[in-house]
C-alpha cells in the first residue's frame, strides 16, 4: 500500500503530465493557426499585388481603361515591375470591367512576334491572343465581365473576364532601338475602347514617383494587407476550386467587403505566418529545387496556377505578368557550375555548343539583373544579348556570352554582357515561342563557367 507522502508525489507527477499535455496542445493549436495564416496570405498576395501594381501604373504610367504604348525599352531606373525585359514593347492597359464591355482591335502582323496575354486580378491568364494562338491577321475581340448579358457584335470574338480587374500586357518583339519605328506602328494597331466611350480624363504623372509596387506591399502592415485582400474579393471572386482556401480565411477572420477583427493573439498569429512565408519563399527562390545545371525553370502551370498558391504567389514576387509556357519559357540562375553565387567580382562564360542554341520558335535573350531584381545601371546599358544582337560565333559555330564587369578583349566586345563590380547578380534566359523538346524538358540553357 502506498504511503500517503508516494500518492501524493504520484499526484503531482500526473497533474504535472496533465499540465503539459494541455501546453503541448496549445502549442500545436497556435502553430496551426500560424501554419494556415502562411497559406492565406501566400494564396491573397497576388490580388494584393496586381492592385498595388495597378495603382502604381495610374501615377507613373497612364490613367487606367487607356491602353497605353511603352515606346522605349526599360532603363536601370525603371522600378514598376521586377525582371522587366528588354526584348519587347509594351502595350498595356488595367482595365474595369465594370466600364465595359471593350472592344479590342489587334491590326495584320506579319513583321514581328507578338503575344496579348490577358490576365485576371490573380495573375491567371484566361486568353492569350498574339502570333502563337491567333496567327498574323486582324482580331476583333468583344471583352465582356463574367456575367454580362447580352447581343456580341458582328464580327468580333467574345472574350469573358473572370474579374473585375484585368490586366493586358501585350509585348511585340523588338530589334533593338533601330527598330522601334516599325514596332510603333504595329503597336498602334493595337486599339482599346469601350463599348459606349466616356471622356478621356486628363493625366498627368505624379510628382513625387511612388515606391516599387514590392517594396510598397513589403511595407504594408499584416491588417492593412488583409483589409485590401477583403476589399478587392468583393469584385475579383476567387474561383470555385478555391472554396476550402475561402473557408479557411473566413476562420482566420478574413471575409469578403469586411475589415478584420483581430485580437492581438489572431494579429501575432496573421503577421508572424505572413514572416514565415515571406521567408520560406525567399529560401526557395535563393536555393531553388529541381534546376538543372543550375538554371530554374518555372512549372508549365506558369499563368494558369489552379490550387497551387506558393508558386503563384511566388511568380507575383519575382515575375509579375508572366506568359503562359507556350508563349515564353523564362529559366534563370543565380548560380554557376559549381554551385556558386554569381558575383562581378569574378569573369564567366555561357557557352552553347554548336547546334545547342535555345530550339524556339520566335526569338530568345539572356538578361542580367542585380541582387534587388531590377536591371543594372552599368555604364554601357547593355542589359540583355540574343539572337537578334549582332553576336560573333566560334569557328565550330559554337556560341560564348561574356559576363564581367570590365570590357574583354576586342574580338569579345560583341559577346559581352556587362554585370556590376563586386556586386551578385543573376541571369534571366527569355526564349520566345518555345519549340516541344523546350516545353518538355529535353533541352535545357548550359551552365554558367567562372573563369579563372
Known sequence: MLSPHRRASIGRMIAILGLLIVLSGMVYLQLEQIRKSA??????????????????????????????????????????????????????????????????????NEQRYAVLPLMDAWTNVFAALGTRTTGTGPGHYFLVAHDWQGQIPVGRTLLRAPTQLVWLIGRTQTNGVADYPLVHQLQDGIQ?????????????????????????????????????????????????????????????????????????????????????????????????????????????????????YAVRAAVAM??????????????????????????????????????????????????????????LNVV???YALGDRDALVFNSDGSLDLWLQAQPPEAARLANWLPVTANAAFTLMARMYWPRPELLSGQWNMPAVERLQ
Open 39 to 108: 497559406e492565406a496570405y501566400l494564396f491573397a498576395y497576388p490580388l494584393v499585388m496586381m492592385d498595388v501594381t495597378r495603382v502604381n501604373a495610374s501615377m507613373t504610367i497612364g490613367p487606367p481603361n487607356q491602353l497605353r504604348q511603352v515606346r522605349q525599352f526599360p532603363d536601370a531606373d525603371f522600378h514598376e515591375v521586377v525582371r522587366p525585359n528588354v526584348d519587347t514593347l509594351y502595350s498595356t492597359a488595367f482595365i474595369d470591367m465594370q466600364q465595359g464591355p471593350w472592344l479590342l482591335d489587334v491590326a495584320a
Open 192 to 308: 482599346l475602347q469601350a463599348l459606349n466611350p466616356q471622356p478621356l480624363l486628363a493625366w498627368t504623372p505624379a510628382l513625387n514617383k511612388p515606391a516599387a509596387p514590392f517594396d510598397q506591399l513589403s511595407a504594408m502592415s499584416t491588417r492593412d494587407f488583409f483589409n485590401r485582400f477583403a476589399m478587392l474579393l468583393v469584385q475579383n471572386p476567387a474561383s470555385a476550386a478555391d472554396e476550402a482556401m475561402l473557408l479557411q480565411l473566413s476562420q482566420l477572420g478574413v471575409h469578403a467587403g469586411t475589415s478584420v477583427q483581430w485580437n492581438w493573439l489572431q494579429q501575432w498569429r496573421m503577421a508572424t505566418g505572413r514572416w514565415l512565408a515571406d521567408r520560406k519563399v525567399a529560401a526557395v527562390l535563393k536555393n531553388p529545387v529541381g534546376s538543372v545545371r543550375g538554371w530554374v525553370t518555372p512549372p508549365p502551370i506558369l499563368g494558369n496556377y489552379g490550387d497551387n
Open 318 to 375: 519575382v515575375g509579375l505578368g508572366a506568359n503562359l509556357p507556350a508563349d515564353a519559357i523564362y529559366s534563370s540562375t543565380q548560380l554557376d557550375a559549381q554551385q556558386q553565387p554569381l558575383n562581378g567580382q569574378f569573369r564567366y562564360r555561357l557557352h552553347f555548343a554548336a547546334g545547342e542554341l535555345p530550339p524556339v520558335r520566335a526569338f530568345w535573350s539572356v538578361t542580367v539583373y542585380g541582387a534587388d531584381n531590377y536591371l
Open 380 to 382: 554601357q546599358k547593355r
